[in-house]
């Protein structure tokens, strides 16, 4: 029997391998130490994470970083460590100084530099922790921190104050404390793993994890908040995980793509395998100076995650986490890049932009304004053309209709 549900899964992962990458796809083989290792190893999860890229030096000697900033660097990795999944490493473009790959993976001077009294934790989520890893912030879902690590550690992370850290870990006997509080309280429905990363951890913890999640009647939804899909693709290949995640749904997938240089055939053929285990994608993207903060690069991205049926669900404005302010841009530059998308790429396409409040304040949308004046009885709107429209505000107004030019405002 359980054979048997391998193969399965083992039938299912070929599959939308074959549909989705061409067979001469092997971008790995340009960069020159990766050039003889073949296929059938870099698509093996435990090949990658085996030679996860653990110092700027290994950065360097792979082509990845240039060497008169190799040894700076070494000051930053010191403080915020450094993991790059070899995949991740392959999409960078070494020519290219700006490279919003490596920009999101390879630490930077202003890292240590400049605004260091800005918090480490300026959601105030270590207040907000109601057993160690377990954030009850909004009354009906609850956030657990699951590990304190990740496949490629992101420059930007907005949790550095736990990557790799020891002692910060989520040991796995936090886990039952979290478990035993999400019993004892019927109001939360919805249980969102994160961390570090969920699908990093070795399947039977997670299959544990999600086994005993499921035996509480009131959880209703499950959550996977995860990069997984964007810079280790190739641990969802794995027909054991699969079958977990099918076994255990209705769970959500929750990741995080950045530029439309992450959508590859390898995400294709991931998204392909999680839709058919029941498991719906979604994209929190995070507003990235230098890498995702202008209009042609949001299109481009966002129409890319729905060609590759992933469902944008957040654009995150970036917090103001130590560490990461040379990546903010303003409130404002956020709101021109809305203005952007609606109504100029599918709605499908269209993240809703969201800024984190101040300690635990929760997370509130933002949208350019479309009412130009508001009236008692009419209010006038601007579309994404820059036409105007008032619109009769009670059901029985006749004032409905396009304003010209000869309409005096
Ligand atoms: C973002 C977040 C959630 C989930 O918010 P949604 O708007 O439902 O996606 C839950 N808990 C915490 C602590 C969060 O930061």
Redesign the pocket.
Known sequence: MRVARQTGYDRLVRRCLRRWIPADHAPWRRVSAWSNVSRQCWYDWRWQWRHLIRTTVDLEQLGRLRPDVAESLRSVAVVYPVVVSPYYASLMDPDDPADPIRRQAVPDLEEVAGLTDLSPDP?G?RR?EVVPGL????TD???LIVSNMCSTFCRHCFRKRILGRPGVATAVRHLETAVDYIRRHPEVR?V?LSGGDPLVLPTSVLARLLRALRSIPHVEII?LGTRVPVTLPMRVWDPSLLAVLDRYGPIWC?TQFNHPREVTPETHATVQMLLRVGVPVLNQAVLLRGINDDVETQRALHRALVRACVKP??LHHTDPVRGTHHFRVSLGRGLEIMEGLRGHISGLAIPTY?V?LPD?G??VPLLPDYRVAVRPDVWVFRNHRGELFAYGVQPTSNETRRLDASDDA
């Open positions: 959601l989520e907000l954030i009850h912030r909004y879902r609850v956030l919805d969102i959550r929750l669900y957040y969201v984190d635990g929760g997370k």
